[in-house]
């Protein structure tokens, strides 16, 4: 009986070694083989120039630009999707349209629970200043959501419409971050680290923070909350008391939206467009015109190649650190 159940803690520890074996191996073969992919992708555009990847073109005639405000808000991965936020493609977008005498407005099409607090606010920024130089519209549509960072950029626009079933608001900002602190102590684990000062290390996973430091962050985020109430007030014409009241961090029907002066009309994608060119006084067949993603030769050979390449325990417990306990500032709806 000994020696069945030595033989049984035998195989199981060597199962036990060779899965953690194959997964680390795999994440190393992995990682290197997308980190060679990116390289090569940098290599060829320093050579070639950027033109090779990425190209926003406007169509010869007249149109309405519309920016797809889709997904989180961030920076532009260096292998892009064609699913995902192109931050750096929709600036590059607006720059076209300004310098064009066939634009004649941008609608913001905004599907996005939000994101970053800095290319929000570039964005936004962008759009404002587009307005000042061309004198042209801006209109925005609410999809399916349209929060936090997603309502921000929307506050560039001069009328707000939006699907009845929209979900809005949650005008706010929040800090995440993961203490693992707890389970460290659990394993016998202690986190260790040699800093410049006492707050250089705050928040890392293995450390409480302290009463000062919880007082850095909310500082912070005092501060890009005022921002917001900001923008707000001055995009919907609201005093900032009344835009306080609101911005709680709550999210709104599109009803409940519209009661509150947060947009203007409750319509499908369609009127919302016919509305746009009625009240400019534009040609009825207008284009209403979204570039596409730009996406490479390049950049779809690396989107096949993430999506076969597995994913191991390493991984995907990066992706949560990443997407919930990253520390970042962000106009967002969790």
């Known amino acids: 009986m000994k020696n069945k159940q030595l033989v049984s803690i035998i195989i199981t520890g060597v ?20 980190a060679n992919m990116k390289q090569e ?69 905004v599907n996005s629970p939000g994101g970053s607090v800095y290319q929000s606010d570039e964005l936004y920024l962008r759009l404002m200043q587009y307005k000042e130089n061309t004198n042209r519209p801006i209109w925005a549509f609410f999809a399916d959501q349209a929060c936090s960072g997603g309502y921000y950029i929307a506050m560039a626009a001069d009328q707000i419409y939006a699907n009845r079933n929209a979900w809005t608001g949650s005008i706010g900002v929040i800090v995440s971050l993961i203490n693992c602190k ?45 921002q917001f109430v900001e923008i707000v007030a001055k995009g919907r014409n609201m005093s900032d008391s009344n835009v306080r009241t609101l911005a709680d961090g709550r999210i709104y029907s599109a009803k409940q939206a519209k009661e509150n002066g947060l947009i203007d009309e409750i319509c499908d ?19 209403f015109y979204a570039p596409e993603n730009n996406i490479s030769i390049f950049d779809t050979l690396f ?29 967002y709806a969790e």
């Open 15 to 34: 199962v036990i070694v060779t899965v953690g074996v194959t997964g680390v191996l795999s994440n190393v073969i992995s990682g290197k083989l997308m």
């Open 41 to 109: 992708k940098s290599v060829l555009s320093s050579f070639w120039g950027d033109d090779l990847f990425s190209e926003v073109e406007l169509p010869e005639k007249d149109h309405i630009g519309i920016i797809n405000i889709v997904g989180e808000i961030g920076p532009t991965d260096v292998v892009t999707s064609e699913d995902e936020y192109n931050h750096d493609m929709y600036m590059e977008y607006i720059d076209k349209m300004e310098e064009s005498k066939r634009n004649k407005g941008i609608l913001l099409y």
């Open 182 to 226: 707890g389970l460290f102590d659990k394993l016998g684990v202690k986190e260790i680290d040699i800093t410049s000062g006492k707050n250089k290390a705050m928040g890392s996973m293995g450390l409480d923070l302290t009463e000062e430091q919880r007082d850095i962050l909310q500082s912070l985020v005092d501060e890009s909350y005022d």
């Open 269 to 287: 994608i369609e009127e919302a467009k016919a509305a746009f060119v009625s009240q400019m006084g534009l040609d009825e067949d207008i284009e």
């Open 303 to 331: 989107i096949k190649a993430k999506s076969i390449l597995p994913k191991s325990e390493i991984d995907l417990a990066t992706d949560i650190m990443e997407n919930r306990g990253s520390g970042v500032l962000k106009y």
